[in-house]
């Protein structure tokens, strides 16, 4: 079924992924490949399709056909938590958190321990716990603010919450919405700093439209457009594809 | 008190320590033995209500047929005291002797098969738990693995709660029909209906009432009680940390079933007998309302909710018994409306505050040469 067998290296290789809402083809047979330690951005205007591709990866919205392939897993036939499970990570375009707990019990929830129904009941807030939320909140700028609900955090911080939170789960492929969006350039800043530092030792996806930002931190680009692949490549080849320029950096 | 006071932080010690005087101490040397077994009445339905705190106040699932699980308790229990109850030199005018005089009426000659296991009180105190756990099992593993949730979950649970009481209802020579089951005598040999017995349950119960107290407070502190408060907030956040959400919510619907049970089956040896109208729609949201009156995130609250909404009930409604039903409507209204988090709520913002301003001056007057600072004491 496989067109041209691909090479075991690639952690995560998307093939043929479609899905049709009642008919609109949101994704149309799109193909990459992402390697171990890669940074790829996904860009592209408005309703290409990115959050989609996210969203059939990490099982939010089942695929109408084709295969997403992660360490040799099929993807598509797992429930979300079973692929959280295998090692993917997502961030929401908003930020995701829980406003009725503290900084400490957000990032514990996602520490990966005690999982299931019975895990939970008997889970213990244990040093290796601590010391690691708290090497957490350190990384996301929060260690004052650990005891702190949540609700009271400002945006960026909410945000960075939320990276904290996917970072503690530790996965292989880390994939994030528009990590950037809304925050003022201090926090714009600080961000790049923090992901610069979690994107070592894994593999990143991330969907943005800063491109300063892309710029900055993108192994490779993907452009996307209605559902297709426009353009693939390093930021300098994609930046000047006559393509690219015409229907998304030309405005 | 060191265990206690990480079990308990201090308010709720406090709330543990006043209730435990109230049920223990207090009513039982000033009621009468009718009166403490009205409390031990409002009392059952505590226990459904502490399982809604955290099915629904937690969780943030409203179920609206809880009358379903207090009633398969209850009607677990009453099966068992009316097979007691119905012996053949009990029954020996009925045409059928040693069946429950309900099926002789209704022309059945034989005990059907499902009633035979509750001769056993082994099995009865088994089923009591077993029976309500396998239901909500079932429900909610209908419901919640299909992401059946909110408004949907809630109108669902309240077609079980009629289909059920229907169903009761038509079944006339197998359940006792609209009547329930009556005419309930000994426990066991023992016998239910006098006073010394009433005072007896009325003790067992309380005692069963601070287990389910201690275990929902159990449940709560674990990481599984800040699960459910993920959830409710964020369900796909909760999804995508790697946890199957439909499972812990089977689990707290569950484990709110089997409380709703126990309930229901202290309430048939307390009332002396168990029929539809405890099962259907109304009795079902009412138990909501003492929950939201307690102050629906509040173990404790759950258990005044029950006992203060019930006390009203009993006395607005043997003086104006059209009214009542328009009172717990304005109440409902009055709590969502005004105080969302119920007397708990107003204990928290209008009371307790006062409370350490008390203690605070009194502690400052005392100065702290007395070497030993409370924890609610500010460091330093």
Redesign the interface.
């Known amino acids: 079924m496989l067109i041209g067998h691909q090479p075991k290296e690639f952690l995560l290789a998307v093939e043929a992924l479609t899905v049709s809402f009642d008919g609109f083809k949101a994704v149309n047979d799109l193909s990459f490949y992402v390697e171990e330690n890669e940074i790829r951005v996904i860009i592209g205007p408005n309703g290409a399709g990115k959050t989609t591709v996210l969203d059939l990866i ?1 099982g ?1 919205t089942k695929a109408t056909s084709g295969s997403i392939q992660f360490r040799g897993k099929e993807l598509t036939k797992l ?3 079973q692929i ?2 295998a090692g993917v ?2 961030k ?1 375009q908003t930020p ?6 503290t900084v400490f ?1 957000n990032l ?3 520490y ?1 321990r ?4 019975f895990g ?4 213990q ?1 244990d040093a290796a716990v601590k010391e690691r939320v708290e090497e957490v909140a350190e990384m996301i700028f929060l260690k004052d603010r650990i005891n702190t609900y949540a609700d009271q955090l400002s945006h960026g911080q909410k945000q960075w919450l ?1 990276i904290g ?1 996917l970072l503690i ?1 530790n996965p292989d492929l880390l994939m994030l919405d528009e990590p950037v969006a809304g925050m003022s350039v201090s926090e714009r800043a600080k961000t790049a700093e923090l992901l610069n530092r979690i994107i070592k030792d894994r593999s990143v996806l991330v969907i943005e439209h800063d491109m300063k930002f892309v710029e900055d931190i993108a192994h490779k680009v993907t452009v996307l457009h209605q559902g297709q692949i426009l353009s693939e490549g390093t930021m300098e080849k994609v930046k000047n594809d006559p393509k690219v320029i015409e229907v998304y950096l030309g405005h | 008190m060191i265990i206690n006071s990480r079990f308990f932080n201090r308010s709720e010690l406090i709330g543990f320590v006043a209730l435990a005087l109230l049920l223990f101490v207090i009513l039982p040397l000033s009621l009468d033995v009718f009166r403490l077994n009205l409390v031990a009445k409002y009392l059952t339905y505590a226990f459904v209500a502490i399982g809604l705190v955290l099915c629904w106040g937690y969780g943030g699932i409203l179920s609206l047929g809880q009358g379903v699980f207090f009633g398969l308790g209850g009607y677990c229990m009453a099966m068992y005291l009316k097979l007691e109850a119905s012996s053949v030199a009990n029954t020996k005018i009925q045409s059928t002797p040693g069946i429950p005089d309900f099926m002789d009426w209704n022309q059945i000659t034989q005990l059907p098969l499902f009633w035979k296991p509750f001769h056993s009180f082994p099995f009865t105190l088994l089923a009591i738990i077993l029976v309500p756990a396998f239901f909500s099992f079932i429900i909610g593993a209908a419901m919640f693995k299909r992401r059946v949730g909110g408004v949907y979950f809630a109108i669902i649970t309240q077609a079980i709660a009629a289909i059920l009481t229907i169903l009761i209802v038509g079944q006339q020579g197998y359940t006792g029909g609209i009547n329930g089951i009556t005419d309930l005598r000994t426990l066991h040999g023992w016998d239910i209906r006098t006073d010394h017995a009433k005072f007896i349950l009325y003790f067992v119960e309380v005692v069963l009432l601070f287990g389910c107290i201690v275990a929902a407070q159990f449940i709560r502190l674990t990481k599984f009680g800040r699960i459910l408060v993920a959830m409710r907030e964020k369900e796909d956040r909760v999804r995508f940390s790697g946890y199957s959400v439909a499972n812990f919510k089977i689990f707290a619907f569950c484990a709110a079933a089997i409380f709703a049970a126990i309930g229901g089956a202290m309430f048939t040896l307390e009332v002396g007998f168990m029929s539809p109208s405890f099962v259907g729609i109304v009795p079902s949201i009412e138990m909501v309302i003492y929950t939201a009156v307690g102050g629906r995130m509040s173990i404790f609250g759950a258990v005044w909710g029950s006992l203060l909404v019930n006390f009203a009930k009993t006395s607005l409604s043997e003086s104006f018994p059209q009214l009542w039903l328009f009172g717990l409507g304005a109440l409902f209204i009055a709590v969502v409306l005004a105080f969302p988090n119920g007397l708990s709520g107003i204990w928290l913002d209008y009371v307790q505050p006062h409370i350490d301003r008390l203690l605070a001056s009194r502690k400052s007057k005392a100065g702290w040469g007395d070497g030993s600072v409370a924890d609610g004491a500010p460091a330093e």
């Open positions: 990490c939010k429930k979300e938590n959280v499970q990570g997502r929401f995701s958190i829980y406003e009725d707990l019990e514990e929830i996602s990966p005690g999982r299931t129904v939970s009941l008997t889970f807030r939320e939170m789960q």
